[in-house]
C-alpha cells in the first residue's frame, strides 16, 4: 500500500501493476474513513494531518 498526499493538477490516474494494487481512489481527507474505516497506520495519519493542514 502506497499512501500520497498531492494536489491531482491533470491527467487520469490508473494502476499500472495490477499484481501489486487492484485498485486506487484520489480521496479528501475526509473521504479516509469511507476506505480505510479501521484508520490509517498512525505515523500516516500525523503526517496528513501535517501536511494538509488540519
Do not use: N, R
Request: with cysteine; glycine share 8%.
Amino acid at each position: 500500500m502506497s499512501y500520497t498526499a498531492c494536489e491531482v493538477v491533470g491527467g487520469t490516474a490508473h494502476v499500472s501493476d495490477t499484481e501489486e494494487l487492484a485498485e486506487l481512489a484520489w480521496l479528501a481527507h475526509g473521504e479516509i474513513s469511507k476506505y480505510v474505516p479501521y484508520g490509517l497506520f498512525e505515523p500516516v495519519q500525523q503526517h496528513l494531518d501535517v501536511v494538509l493542514h488540519l
